[in-house]
């Protein structure tokens, strides 16, 4: 058997690693007045050419963040786990069979500009379908990018952004909630804003951009 690399794990590897790094302490859990709970399926899917994360592009008429690079989830019914709101929404949006996923563990809660209480819940799928198919309601296009191009430091940027735009009191909130001291020019007061651009015509920032590279930091 050869050497897998670490910035170009297989699947086993990519699955073993991932368990570590969710294993090595327990997700923050984080409670919001007045935020809505969500999920999103962060999900690892085994492919001849070496694992790939699944990613949609949301629909440019869905109210919040439309058009923009996501996982699929969404905001979770009354009573449900953010365990079950993501397979139930990875299969509704894009077909993905929630029995497929074997779910891995949360990462942290986060807050969204758009007022969600978000849990990334990471999963694996061994036998992924050969392709998926979105709900033209809520996504324009589901697709994959391969986990050794998001795992390499060149296609990574973090760029400031200014969050005066946004109401002062998400402002605080997210900054209260997501974001450390590093991710703040001490001068500006501007984010730092993580994107990934393993596809120049696909690039994976924001808040899904935040949680993948809180994976990456985790297990990789």
């Not at 809660?109 to 799928?125: E, I, Q």
């Not at 120049?200 to 930091?217: C, D, H, S």
Request: charged share 25%; net charge negative; glycine share 10%.
């Amino acid at each position: 058997m050869g050497v897998v690399s670490a910035a170009d794990p297989d699947f086993p590897e990519a699955l073993s690693r991932t368990r570590a790094g969710l294993a090595r302490r327990l997700p923050r859990r984080l409670e919001v007045p007045g935020y809505r709970r969500a999920a999103v399926l962060v999900a690892l899917l085994d492919r001849a050419g070496g694992p790939t994360v699944l990613f949609t592009r949301r629909a440019a008429a869905l109210p919040h963040h439309g058009g923009e690079i996501s996982f699929p989830g969404g905001g979770l019914a009354a009573g449900e786990s953010p365990e079950d709101g993501a397979l139930r929404e990875a299969e509704e949006e894009v077909g993905l069979p929630r029995g497929s996923a074997e779910v891995l563990g949360r990462l942290d809660d986060l807050v969204s500009v758009a007022r969600f209480l978000v849990t990334p819940v990471v999963a694996a799928v061994a036998r992924p379908p050969a392709a998926f198919a979105g709900d033209p309601g809520e996504v324009e296009e589901p697709f994959e990018l391969p986990l050794r191009r998001l795992l390499d430091p060149a296609l990574r940027r973090a760029t400031p952004w200014d969050p005066a735009l946004l109401p002062s009191d998400v402002v605080a909130e997210v900054r209260r909630s997501n974001l450390r001291p590093e991710d703040v020019d001490p001068a500006t007061g501007h984010w730092l804003v993580w994107s990934f651009h393993a596809d120049e015509t696909r690039v994976v920032w924001g808040l899904t951009g935040r949680v993948l590279a809180e994976l990456i930091a985790r297990a990789f």
